[in-house]
Antibody, heavy 116, light 110 residues
């Protein structure tokens, strides 16, 4: 079955960088577009980024554009989110999701806490 | 990229129906038939309940249904059950490979 596992979260100071990873299994990864979605503590879901199967684009929410970079490695069934210049309002659980004109399968998420 | 508007809360007694709205613009909800709905229980990852406005993925009870009229999409939960108490979110394609979520609705089963 479809399985998505995020990693790389943790506590980081404002202004620093962090790289999230997501390992996919149970489906032909190279045939599927992927998303990152985040959820701040006690808040709603926020779409962050989208990457097509060939890695072109990617495409970002206004809050992520210019600071975050999404990429993928189809040979390893992985997607990544490089987050630079982190701010306190980037604190959230970050979910990796598969795309079916919107997320269908979700990982369990990885918590990123930006705090001094 | 403004969030789609959902009511903060909705409620109903067991067996009743509840309908949640998701209002956007002609640039998102009104412009595309790519609206999905998710159920999220506390501490859990969201679960896809409706895709492409009104299609139920395998395993989702037929008590859940979706529709769209103009710039507003709706999720109806019929025959409410205790386990339906959760947060619900909509999402719409917004063009140029971008997406926007709704603000979320907390459904309470009285």
């Amino acid at each position: 079955q479809v399985h998505l596992v995020e990693s790389g979260g943790g506590v980081v100071q404002p202004g620093r960088s962090l790289r999230l990873s997501c390992t996919a299994s149970g489906f032909p990864f190279s045939n599927w577009n992927m998303h990152w979605v985040r959820q701040a503590p006690g808040k709603g879901l926020e779409w962050v980024a989208f990457i097509p199967i060939d890695g072109t684009g990617p495409f970002y929410a206004d809050s992520a554009r210019g600071r975050f970079t999404m990429s993928r490695d189809n040979s390893k069934n992985m997607v990544f989110l490089q987050m630079n210049s982190l701010r306190t309002d980037d604190t959230a659980v970050y979910y990796c999701t598969r795309d079916a004109w919107g997320p269908d399968y979700w990982g369990q998420g990885t918590l990123v806490t930006v705090s001094s | 990229q403004s969030a789609l508007t959902q009511p903060p809360s909705a409620s109903g007694s067991p067996g009743q129906s509840v309908t949640i709205s998701c209002t956007g613009t002609s640039s998102d909800v009104g412009g595309y038939d790519h609206v999905s709905w998710y159920q999220q229980h506390p501490g859990k990852a969201p679960k896809l309940m409706i895709t492409e406005v009104n299609r139920r993925p395998s395993g989702v009870p037929d008590r859940f249904s979706g529709s769209k009229s103009g710039n507003t999409a709706s999720l109806t939960v019929s025959g409410l059950q205790a386990e339906d108490e959760a947060d619900y979110y909509c999402i719409s394609y917004a063009g140029r490979s971008t997406y926007v979520f709704g603000t979320g609705t907390k459904v309470t089963v009285l």
